[in-house]
């Protein structure tokens, strides 16, 4: 069944200029598809075609009118005062209502009820059941643990969160609805590695379709069946991941430019024969007639183009010479905010050469360890540096004093060079023509990024700091920073949740939790089968047993002593689930042992409800 098909989509912002043109696709139904592009190329405005946020100018949109359709790009705005647990609960407004009229039934049968009232309140149990009323905080509280929405983040007013934050609480909303077609516009921009892990798995186990734009490799290597590339208004189809991707658009690439040079050389010798015919033939017709059909037989000849390589970059890191063998080292460094310790007691050292991955759940103090290494926070502790190293530093949240510049002015101003110097490199970064005249305030965050690189690559540097380098940045633009990173022959010490980039350049990895670094002098594989082994080592407490159904054996002697015994149980029963109650509470901030307390806790619910049955059974 097909849930989604776009047929000749045509799209123009500007007359003239398509920005999608006779774009043609389908979905079918239980599919993950990758939705691939340069940014600009106009895969946010397909989304918003898709949910009728947007019109289009000719061609035919079908979306599967029986499926409920969700949009991860939007954050939806809420009633002032409304809390992240409201917003959460927003996903239930159906069974929540039906709740509602189940309490107030409830009161007005406390005094008697009449059949009426007893039917419509079975009826009303029904529907609470069969929409997931009772497993309703379950689920709420999995899919919070998955993405890290901690219990203090869900009683803050949702105003008061980052654009970040939000997001990643739309997003749980969204999966709680129960949506049928997930439309998910970068998904993994504000998560951390372990809810990006989570949000993969969900994906993996979800029955419905799933259309996500994404610049994550990674993660479209584990999600997606197919990718659907948007180049110049077209589609392009694959049918695999990404890594499948890669292979088969070189493959296709290098088919293309061999037909393109084949058929050019046979151009070229029939061009050749036709031009020596042609004179031969002023006084002979029929040879000059046999010219002419040759001259006919190139024009259908030439069919393939000649296939284009992506414009790219090319700049490099200015490296400054570093003598010595420590580049810098910390000891006994500390960092607090009040009664909280983000970090104590770090003592590491730091060689030249070393590319390191500083990793760690959001929130961890990631930035901050960043900012007290550069000087820019006050710790506790010793930062010792070498005394010919020059840092280089690209934050997360990039910030320029004079946005009103234009790109032109800006490295005019801030780079002192001449002119044609400033165009040189920015035409290097891809900023060409009427482009360096943009306001830098007017970019997107991945124009910015590319723009701050550029005037941090004409530094000589030999210490590289890297604050999520990859957000927001495209496919292409990513590989090209891997590319000068590549180059660079200093320290590179760097933030991210980009497996992909992680796994590439990550020869060390600090992992910061529960207030210490933890070294692992080793690349990220390595680093993630130890931290498997040391999950299967820990000691897994099982769910009790559930117990056998047992029937009285007839004698109301017999039947006493069941009672009393399912009693003792059941007791025994709710001491255990109050016990994983409070487990569960403290375990709020560790969203793997909060997962597996949850499981053991539904376990433990589905057995006292099932003693809870038998005494019923035995007391009748």
């Known amino acids: 069944m097909v849930d989604i098909q776009v047929t000749n989509l045509t799209k123009f912002f500007v007359i003239g200029e398509n920005l999608l043109e006779n774009l043609t696709f389908e979905i079918q139904e239980g599919e993950c598809v990758a939705?691939?592009?340069?940014?600009?190329?106009?895969?946010?405005?397909?989304?918003?075609?898709?949910?009728?946020?947007?019109?289009?100018?000719?061609?035919?949109?079908?979306?599967?009118?029986?499926?409920?359709?969700?949009?991860?790009?939007?954050?939806?705005?809420?009633?002032?005062?409304?809390?992240?647990?409201?917003?959460?609960?927003?996903?239930?407004?159906?069974?929540?209502?039906?709740r509602q009229k189940m309490e107030l039934l409830e009161c007005e049968m406390a005094n008697g009820a009449t059949d009426a009232q007893l039917r419509e309140y079975d009826a009303l149990t029904n529907r609470f059941q069969t929409g997931g009323g009772y497993d309703m905080d379950v689920e709420v509280d999995k899919i919070c643990n998955g993405l890290g929405i901690t219990p203090e983040q869900r009683c803050q007013?949702?105003?008061?969160?980052?654009?970040?934050?939000?997001?990643?609480?739309?997003?749980?909303?969204?999966?709680?609805?129960?949506?049928?077609?997930l439309l998910l516009d970068e998904p993994t921009n504000h998560l951390d590695l372990n809810s990006v892990e989570w949000l993969e798995q969900y994906i993996n186990a979800f029955k419905g379709t799933v259309l996500t734009i994404s610049h994550d490799r990674?993660?479209?290597?584990?999600?997606?069946?197919?990718?659907?590339?948007i180049t110049d208004g077209h589609a392009e189809f694959y049918s695999g991941n990404y890594s499948f991707y890669m292979d088969e658009k070189q493959a296709r690439f290098d088919l293309q430019l061999k037909q393109y040079e084949q058929?050019?050389?046979?151009?070229?010798?029939?061009?050749?024969?036709?031009?020596?015919?042609?004179?031969?033939?002023?006084?002979?017709?029929?040879?000059?007639?046999?010219?002419?059909?040759?001259?006919?037989?190139?024009?259908?000849?030439?069919?393939?183009?000649?296939?284009?390589?992506?414009?790219?970059?090319?700049a490099s890191f200015g490296e400054k010479e570093f003598s010595g063998d420590i580049v810098f080292k910390m000891k006994n460094v500390s960092k607090s905010f009040g009664d909280r310790t983000l970090f104590s007691d770090v003592n590491l050292t730091v060689e030249g050469g070393e590319r390191i991955a500083l990793l760690g759940d959001n929130g961890t103090g990631k930035t901050t360890f960043i900012k007290c290494l550069l000087g820019d926070e006050d710790c506790a502790g010793k930062i010792q540096f070498g005394p010919t190293v020059k840092v280089g530093y690209l934050p997360q949240i990039i910030h320029f004093d004079h946005p009103?510049?234009?790109?032109?002015?800006?490295m005019l101003y801030e780079k002192n060079c001449t002119p044609q110097t400033a165009r040189d490199r920015l035409g290097a970064f891809l900023f060409q023509g009427e482009d360096v005249f943009k306001q830098v305030g007017n970019l997107s965050g991945g124009e910015q990024s590319r723009l701050r690189l550029c005037m941090l690559m004409d530094e000589k540097i030999n210490l590289l700091i890297l604050d999520e380098p990859t957000n927001h940045l495209d496919i292409a633009s990513r590989e090209w920073v891997e590319a000068a990173i590549e180059e660079f022959e200093g320290v590179l010490l760097f933030v991210s949740h980009d497996r992909y980039f992680i796994e590439k350049f990550a020869e060390r990895i600090w992992l910061l939790e529960d207030g210490t670094i933890r070294?692992?002098?080793?690349?990220?594989?390595?680093?993630?089968s130890i931290l498997e082994h040391e999950a299967a080592a820990k000691p897994v407490i099982t769910a009790a047993p559930k117990p056998k159904k047992e029937k009285p054996k007839g004698g109301t002697k017999d039947t006493d002593k069941l009672v009393r015994r399912l009693e003792r149980e059941i007791e025994k029963q709710e001491a255990l689930i109050a016990e994983l109650e409070g487990k569960i509470e403290a375990a709020a901030a560790d969203y793997q042992e909060l997962t597996r307390?949850?499981?053991?806790?539904?376990?433990?619910?589905?057995?006292?409800?099932?003693?809870?049955?038998?005494?019923?059974?035995?007391q009748e």
């Open 218 to 229: 990674y993660f479209i290597d584990q999600v997606a069946d197919r990718v659907i590339e």
């Open 597 to 618: 307390l949850l499981g053991e806790k539904e376990d433990a619910e589905a057995v006292l409800m099932d003693l809870m049955e038998q005494w019923d059974a035995a």
């Open 157 to 181: 007013d949702f105003d008061s969160l980052s654009g970040g934050e939000k997001t990643r609480v739309n997003l749980a909303r969204l999966l709680l609805e129960k949506t049928d077609i």
């Open 404 to 410: 009103e510049r234009s790109l032109y002015d800006t």
């Open 263 to 314: 058929e050019q050389t046979k151009l070229k010798q029939l061009g050749y024969t036709v031009e020596r015919m042609k004179g031969w033939g002023i006084n002979n017709r029929t040879l000059y007639r046999r010219a002419m059909s040759i001259q006919h037989r190139m024009e259908r000849i030439r069919k393939t183009e000649k296939p284009k390589k992506e414009r790219t970059m090319k």
């Open 35 to 98: 939705i691939l592009g340069r940014n600009g190329c106009g895969k946010t405005t397909l989304f918003n075609i898709l949910t009728g946020q947007m019109d289009y100018d000719s061609g035919e949109v079908y979306v599967n009118p029986n499926k409920k359709l969700g949009l991860i790009s939007q954050i939806p705005r809420f009633p002032e005062g409304f809390t992240v647990e409201d917003v959460l609960r927003s996903a239930y407004a159906d069974i929540l209502r039906v």
């Open 519 to 528: 070294d692992f002098p080793c690349g990220y594989q390595k680093y993630r």
